[in-house]
Structure formats: C-alpha cells, structure tokens
C-alpha cells in the first residue's frame, strides 16, 4: 500500500505558478498513491512559469466555486510570485485555505505560497520558511521565520525554493500520510 493511497489532495493555483513547484509535488503525490486536483478560481487552464518565462499550461480539475476543504485530506500551495499574489485578493480561495486549517487537514506551500498563509489567518504561532523577501511579511503576521529546506510545523510543511523540491515532497509524504 502506497502512503497517500486513498487520499485526495487538492493544489490551489492560478496563473503565474512556478511551474516545477506544481509538477514536482503533483507528480510525487500520485506516485505515492494519491488522487490529486488543480483547483482555481476559473476553469480552462492555467499559465504556469518558469522564473520569469512563461511555462506550459496546466488544466483545471475543479473550481474553487464546486469545492471544499471536506473533498480533500490536504492541500499544496505552489509559489511563483504571481500565482499567491493573485489567489490572496480571492476570497473564496482565503476561505478554502482556511477551511483546511480549521478542519485540521494538513498544508504544504513552498517558495511564495506561504503568503497566503497570513491572509488566511494561519501563519501565527508557526514556524515557517519560504523565499526570504517573505520573512518580513510572516514574521509580521506572528509566524517564527527560518531559513531551512523544509520545515514540519504540525500539520504545515513549508520550503523555499525549487532547489528544496525533493526534501518538500518528502515532507508532503510523510505529513500527508499520517493524517
């Protein structure tokens, strides 16, 4: 039996993800045995980006308006500058970021997908990392920031960049996989 075997895990993005942080956690997960959805405010796809290149498009499972926290075991937040910045001035996705966090579902966001993190309300009271021009804005909201790969707070994984790719996923399996 795979360690994320039965779990479905949702991954909230729009356009402007860092391609590699959604391809490489998508792809670990279901090896791992999950069912995994791209979730985002609209359906179609979405633009992903490589740095400051645009990427390769990426299809859309489900909306944010046909979801909730209580169709998923957990959720992954990938980075890219664009992608949180815009998904923070959407209220549904706070609200379903939130939900998880409410509901005790585990979290992972990586590289500038802690963001959305403050605006739902869960960074305080974590330790957390995630690109170092954030540290400013999570210490604010009350989070413990550190310079670490990956870093386990409970039911939060965090990571920097792309370059904490493998121990990230690593740390998705194994939080993931026991809750």
């Known amino acids: 039996m795979s360690a994320l075997s039965g779990k479905t895990i ?32 609209e359906a179609g796809d979405i633009q992903g980006f490589e740095h400051h290149d645009k990427g390769r498009k990426v299809g859309v499972d489900k909306t944010l308006g046909d979801v909730s926290a209580d169709d998923y075991d ?28 409410e509901s005790d579902k585990p979290i992972a966001a990586i590289c500038h997908g802690p963001w959305t993190l403050i605006d739902a309300g869960i960074a305080k009271g974590h330790k957390l990392t995630s690109w170092p021009s954030l540290k400013t804005d999570l210490t604010n909201a009350g989070a413990e920031w550190v310079d670490e790969t990956v870093v386990i707070d409970g039911k939060l994984v965090t990571s920097r960049n792309p370059d904490d790719l493998p121990a990230f996923c690593d740390g998705i399996i194994k939080v993931f996989g026991a809750a």
């Open 10 to 41: 949702a991954v909230l993005a729009t356009d402007g993800f860092e391609q590699v942080e959604l391809d490489k956690p998508v792809d670990a997960m279901r090896k791992a045995g999950a069912t995994v959805h791209i979730v985002a405010p």
């Open 74 to 101: 957990g959720l992954v937040l990938p980075g890219g500058v664009i992608n949180p910045d815009a998904l923070r001035l959407e209220e549904k996705a706070i609200s379903f970021i939130g939900a998880f966090a």
